[in-house]
């Protein structure tokens, strides 16, 4: 209906939504592909180093991942929580300050 309105151009800027619309589908395409990735990715090297729940983790990384320019640095933080020394807590105490952490957020 907003096309109607400009007259002869009509059709140059119809072309040009059609341009803008794959333009941006192609981007999320892109994005989703790689917040997949980091995922798959997050997954398997958790796996291999034993942490549980590592495949919610990585869906955390994944999900964090969708956020342009910071996303994957603000997942990995969120899922690398430390003890105020700087040690990785032990066993269950891990997992617990984990869940803690995530529900303050």
Do not use: C, Q
């Not at 997949?36 to 955390?60: D, M």
């Amino acid at each position: 209906m907003g096309l109607s309105l400009t007259g002869a151009r009509e059709e140059r800027y119809r072309r040009l939504i059609i341009d803008i619309n794959k333009a941006v589908a192609g981007y999320m395409l892109g994005n989703l592909i790689i917040s997949g990735l980091a995922t798959v990715a997050t997954w398997i090297v958790l796996s291999i180093l034993g942490v549980p729940y590592a495949l919610s983790l990585g869906f955390v990384v994944g999900f964090f991942d969708l956020i342009p320019l910071v996303g994957a640095t603000l997942g990995a933080i969120v899922v690398s929580f430390r003890d105020p020394d700087g040690e990785l807590p032990d066993g269950d105490d891990r997992l617990d300050r984990v869940h803690h952490r995530l529900a303050a957020l």
